[in-house]
Nanobody, 122 residues
Framework: QLQLVESGGGLVQPGGSLRLECAAS????????IGWFHQAPGKEREVVAC????????KYADSVKGRFTISRDNAENRAWLQIDSLKPEDTGIYYC???????????????WGQGTQVTVSS
């Protein structure tokens, strides 16, 4: 069964950058679309970025366009979320998720990591 582990979170000042990593094990990511989700404290989990399994097409939430970049390397069995120009509202837990469907919308993600904490504060 596919297992996902996020890393790279931490404390950063507004305007700074982080690169979150999602490492997969137990299976390969080749057949999975990958999503990154953000959950602010006390709020619902929301998808911020997705990359498809075949052609690597990406989709972003409006709130993060131009600041977040999702990428993947199937040979390394890893995916990343590059976050630039961090804002205080970006604070929260970031989750990596996967689904064995070759598109980002219209279906749920069913494999999840445990999350990594990002705190944006001056």
């Amino acid at each position: 069964q596919l297992q996902l582990v996020e890393s790279g979170g931490g404390l950063v000042q507004p305007g700074g950058s982080l690169r979150l990593e999602c490492a997969a094990s137990g299976s390969t990511l080749d057949d999975y679309s990958i999503g990154w989700f953000h959950q602010a404290p006390g709020k619902e989990r929301e998808v911020v970025a997705c990359i498809t399994s075949s052609d690597g097409a990406t989709k972003y939430a409006d709130s993060v366009k131009g600041r977040f970049t999702i990428s993947r390397d199937n040979a390394e069995n890893r995916a990343w979320l590059q976050i630039d120009s961090l804002k205080p509202e970006d604070t929260g837990i970031y989750y990596c998720a996967a689904k064995e469907i070759d598109y980002c919308t219209g279906s749920p993600y069913d494999e999840w990591g445990q999350g990594t904490q990002v705190t944006v504060s001056s």
